[in-house]
């Protein structure tokens, strides 16, 4: 990949999808964020907001939260959606990397997007990014599904899992009905895998149909770079942070062998 541009797949009717569905998305997460914006952390950033699953209830419930992300299309369809409750969000568009914003926050928050099509320089750049952009006291929150989580995927560790790749994109063969009468569906495939690298791609066939008739077809790609807990743990500390605890899947607690996520939260 190149160490421009974040290659993720959340443009398009990627967007879309994620705009129309995703909403009700491991709904958990919510409150787990919105208890640390409550507690002394306004204003807050969300790095990485997509379509606003999080930052719109938090700006219905009246916190102070901008949002950022490196797609142009989900800060519009987020927009979008804000727009039609009555709320005008500052958002950005801006790879959380290169994030240079005229605001410092009690709060950011990284919610699914943490090392989704960036290099492992920039991530590590994202982080002193977040830091900058701290005040002194203030709190980063980062959230990464750990590498063992996805059962499909831990074979590709293996250089007989890896023997397939890469798969052959297929498209979906049917979708979901949109409340704009259209029906999105999606399917993904493994691309590539680089155990050495903790690096993989993933190709995404996305389909709109109307009227049963298939109306668009798009392929996008999403790296994704892998992270296991004490790798992060040490990212952070060399970042900078004070303190740096690590809870279990969006509780108040710590990780457990068996949680599919881990949330760092790192004081400044
Ligand atoms: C899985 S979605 C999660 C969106 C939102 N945080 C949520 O939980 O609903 C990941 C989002 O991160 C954004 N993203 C990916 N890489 C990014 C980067 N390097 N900088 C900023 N945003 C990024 C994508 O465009 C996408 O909107």
Sequence with gaps: MSSGEPQTWHHGLIADYWAHFNDDFRPHEIPYFRRFIEDDGQPALDAGCGSGRLLIPYLRAGLDVDGCDVSADMVARCREKAEREGLSPTLFVKPMHDLDLPRRYRT??????????????????????????????????????????????????????????????????????????????????????????????????????????????????LDIGLYFKNELLLMLERTGFREVLVHGDHVDAPPTPDDDFVVFVATK
Excluded at 201 to 212: F, K, L, Q, T, Y
């Design 108 to 221: 950011i928050y990284v919610c699914g997007a943490f090392g989704l099509g960036s290099t492992r320089e920039q991530d590590l750049q994202a982080l002193h990014r977040f830091r900058e952009h701290l005040e002194p006291g203030g709190r980063l929150l980062v959230d990464i599904e750990v590498p063992y989580a996805d059962t499909d995927q831990w074979p590709l560790w293996t250089k007989e899992g890896r023997a397939g790749l890469p798969h052959a994109p297929e498209p979906p063969e049917r979708g979901r009905l949109a409340p704009d009468g259209a029906e999105y569906g999606l399917r993904a495939r493994y691309a590539a895998f680089d155990p050495l690298e903790q690096r993989m791609s993933w190709v995404m066939v996305a389909r709109r149909w109307r009227d049963g008739a298939l109306e668009a077809e798009e392929t996008h790609r």
